[in-house]
């Protein structure tokens, strides 16, 4: 009932910055929880940060606090991610995800973009 399609990810080095975007059509876009999350190649996927549906609050992994931003416009039904500070180990294919609830854990996820890649370089 929710499709999502994540764009602006790409190449840049080491220290730059990225921001991502995450446009849902299908659903109500307030109504979601709107979380990121990242896999790279062998790795198993890891939570990035959460914009809940009606409030400001927002959480966001360790690895990433002080260098990322999510927010939304429901506006435009469209959530972000802005990336600053890149390093390396930040390359990943990165997914948007809408939930109905508040969680942390990928399994609460009810609806999933195809991905965009992000490659820093050093």
């Known amino acids: 009932q929710v499709q999502l399609v994540e764009s602006g990810g790409g190449l840049v080095q080491a220290g730059g910055s990225l921001t991502l975007s995450c446009a849902a059509s299908?659903?109500?876009?307030?109504?979601?929880?709107m979380g990121w999350f990242r896999q790279a190649p062998g790795k198993e996927r890891e939570f990035v940060a959460l914009?809940?549906?009606?409030?400001?609050?927002?959480y966001y992994a360790d690895s990433v606090k002080g260098r990322f931003t999510i927010s939304r416009d429901n506006s435009k039904n469209t959530v972000y991610l802005q990336m600053n500070s890149l390093k390396p180990e930040d390359t990943a294919i990165y997914s948007c995800?809408?939930?109905?609830?508040?969680?942390?854990?990928?399994?609460?996820?009810?609806?999933w973009g195809q991905g965009t890649q992000v490659t820093v370089s050093s």
């Open positions: 914009i809940n549906s009606f409030l400001a609050h927002t």
């Open positions: 299908g659903r109500t876009f307030s109504n979601y929880f």
């Open positions: 995800a809408a939930s109905s609830r508040y969680s942390l854990d990928p399994r609460g996820y009810d609806y």
